[in-house]
């Protein structure tokens, strides 16, 4: 079962999401985070929210700006909004009486729910899925209009046949976010996922996470398992271990 709904972004713009519903009484609730450009309905984020309410943890996943059903521009977005609008989807979670326990992100939405965490209310435990412990990481999958976007203020950029209004203020503010002190000030139980062989965001990133964490602090080796998560099983694998650590964190406190 599946609810659609909206809230109000950090910007303004509304935000268009899904919360996957458990079947029977709900063991908790969570946001999810999605990928760069991905979306709500990336295999990552649909498989594992539909995993764990599969196994009774209720899931919001929602696209960004400017992505999916959401209103507003992509090129008008940065680290900071994504991790604030992170922290919008819990206040929408907790104004509808779901409070979030559990925030779970994927690549760079694992980076924005690490920064998110201390803010978001309710949440009680933070899972990352293939993040990177830099941000500006993704400058990568834009490296070819980088100089383009630095000189004239904006380029064009076409991403899995959409195109995208690359600016120089995202390219400033995600290369001015720092992890390490928002890891090391979490005091939240962490669960860290990771393949050893993700060709997109390397294993070192999750080994950098977790020695800057401090306990509680879990790491799961995601063997086989490629960066997004489009493999048989690879996603609903995840969503079990999410489910069954989490278990812990739920519920009343």
């Given at each position: 079962?599946?609810?659609?709904?909206?809230?109000?972004?950090?910007?303004?713009?509304?935000?268009?999401g899904i919360?996957?519903?458990?079947?029977?009484?709900p063991?908790?609730?969570?946001?999810?985070?999605?990928?760069?450009?991905?979306?709500?309905?990336?295999?990552?984020a649909a498989?594992?929210?539909?995993?764990?309410?599969?196994?009774g943890?209720?899931?919001l996943?929602?696209d960004?700006?400017?992505?999916?059903d959401?209103?507003?521009?992509?090129?008008?977005?940065?680290f900071?909004?994504?991790?604030?609008?992170?922290?919008?989807?819990?206040?929408f979670?907790t104004?509808?009486?779901?409070?979030s326990?559990?925030?779970?992100?994927?690549?760079?939405?694992?980076?924005?729910?690490?920064?998110?965490?201390?803010?978001a209310?309710?949440?009680?435990?933070?899972?990352?899925?293939?993040?990177?412990?830099?941000p500006?990481h993704?400058?990568?999958?834009y490296?070819d209009?980088?100089?383009?976007?630095?000189?004239n203020?904006?380029a064009?950029?076409m991403v899995?046949?959409?195109?995208?209004t690359?600016?120089?203020?995202?390219?400033?503010d995600?290369?001015?976010?720092?992890?390490h002190?928002?890891?090391?000030?979490?005091?939240?139980?962490?669960?860290?996922?990771?393949?050893?062989?993700?060709?997109?965001?390397?294993?070192?990133?999750a080994?950098?996470?977790?020695?800057?964490?401090?306990?509680?602090r879990?790491?799961?080796s995601?063997?086989?398992?490629?960066?997004l998560?489009?493999g048989?099983?690879?996603?609903?694998r995840?969503?079990r271990?999410?489910?069954a650590?989490?278990?812990?964190?739920?519920?009343?406190?």
């Open positions: 079962m599946a609810e659609r709904v909206k809230f109000q972004s950090s910007t303004g713009p509304m935000l268009a919360i996957d519903l458990p079947e029977g009484t063991r908790g609730w969570g946001v999810f985070s999605h990928g760069f450009t991905l979306g709500k309905d990336s295999p990552a498989r594992i929210c539909k995993q764990l309410a599969s196994d943890i209720g899931m996943r929602f960004a700006i400017g992505l999916g959401s209103e507003g521009h992509w090129g008008d977005g940065s900071t909004h994504k991790t604030n609008d992170v922290i919008e989807a819990c206040k979670m104004e509808r009486g779901t409070p326990a559990l925030l779970v992100g994927h690549s760079f939405g694992g980076a924005s729910v690490l920064s998110a965490a201390r803010q209310p309710g949440v009680r435990a933070v899972v990352t899925v293939g993040a990177p412990i830099d500006s993704v400058e990568k999958q490296d209009i980088l100089d383009c976007v630095l000189a203020g904006s064009q950029w899995g046949g959409r195109e995208l690359l600016k120089r203020d995202f390219v400033e995600v290369r001015a976010a720092k992890l002190s928002k890891i090391k000030e979490l005091h939240l139980p962490l669960l860290i996922l990771h393949s050893p062989t993700d060709n997109t965001v390397g294993i070192e990133n080994s950098e996470i977790f020695r800057t964490a401090r306990h509680p879990s790491f799961v995601l063997e086989g398992t490629e960066h998560l489009t048989p099983g690879q996603a609903k995840a969503g271990i999410i489910g650590w989490a278990d812990a964190y739920l519920g009343a406190k």
